[in-house]
T-cell receptor
Framework: DAKTTQPTSMDCAEGRAANLPCNHS???????VYWYRQIHSQGPQYIIH???NNETNEMASLIITEDRKSSTLILPHATLRDTAVYYC?????????FGTGTRLQVFP | SAVISQKPSRDICQRGTSLTIQCQVD?????MFWYRQQPGQSLTLIAT?????????ESGFVIDKFPISRPNLTFSTLTVSNMSPEDSSIYLC?????????????FGPGTRLTVL
């Protein structure tokens, strides 16, 4: 599986968009980009995934660059409940390899 | 939406003992996995629980220490054997649901284990 690089931490004001970047420069053609988040030692929560097209669901949007070497998870209107560790994972198998993720702190 | 439950939610155990953790899903799944999250760390895959056959373990994990059963499509157990304080972790199961067309994994709430 390709390795991902994420910032260790980010802050975001409540109500503003949170843009979480992920670098995956060694991604291969059949690897998907998955995003999960973990709120204070609960089980990780699936957010969204994509292959090469941008994706949107009720939780977030995923923007993947044309060369697929990086992506951005967008939470359009962050709330205090979005404070969590966000994991970007690339995989073409059923195995998930978690990195250290980005700790997002949403402040009032 | 489907529910993934784990029992117990937490436990405190003495070293040298064993604990069996259960993962139950209320709908059929194709794949089940077990992960460990040590304090302050990210998740690490322990093994894939295969229905009706031996689990597939990742490097660094062995059956004698972490025996796994999966008797049917909706249930699996992980046993942490001969525990030491280094086994203090959150143990999580994850599943891939049948018929969803993707390999997206969904996680249970976890079991927080403390070994004294």
């Amino acid at each position: 599986d390709a390795k991902t690089t994420q910032p260790t931490s980010m802050d975001c004001a409540e109500g503003r968009a949170a843009n979480l970047p992920c670098n995956h420069s060694t991604i291969s053609g059949n690897e998907y980009v998955y995003w999960y988040r973990q709120i204070h030692s609960q089980g990780p929560q699936y957010i969204i995934h994509g292959l090469k097209n941008n994706e949107t669901n009720e939780m977030a949007s995923l923007i993947i660059t044309e060369d697929r070497k990086s992506s951005t998870l967008i939470l359009p209107h962050a709330t205090l409940r979005d404070t969590a560790v966000y994991y970007c994972i690339v995989t073409n198998t059923d195995k998930l390899i978690f990195g250290t993720g980005t700790r997002l702190q949403v402040f009032p | 939406s489907a529910v993934i439950s784990q029992k117990p939610s937490r436990d405190i155990c003495q070293r040298g003992t064993s604990l069996t953790i259960q993962c139950q899903v209320d709908s059929q799944v194709t794949m089940m996995f077990w992960y460990r999250q040590q304090p302050g760390q990210s998740l690490t895959l322990i093994a894939t629980a295969n229905q009706g056959s031996e689990a597939t373990y990742e490097s660094g994990f062995v059956i004698d220490k972490f025996p796994i059963s999966r008797p049917n499509l909706t249930f699996s157990t992980l046993t942490v054997s001969n525990m030491s304080p280094e086994d203090s972790s959150i143990y999580l199961c994850s599943v891939v649901f049948s018929g969803q067309g993707t390999d997206t994994q969904y996680f249970g709430p976890g079991t927080r284990l403390t070994v004294l």
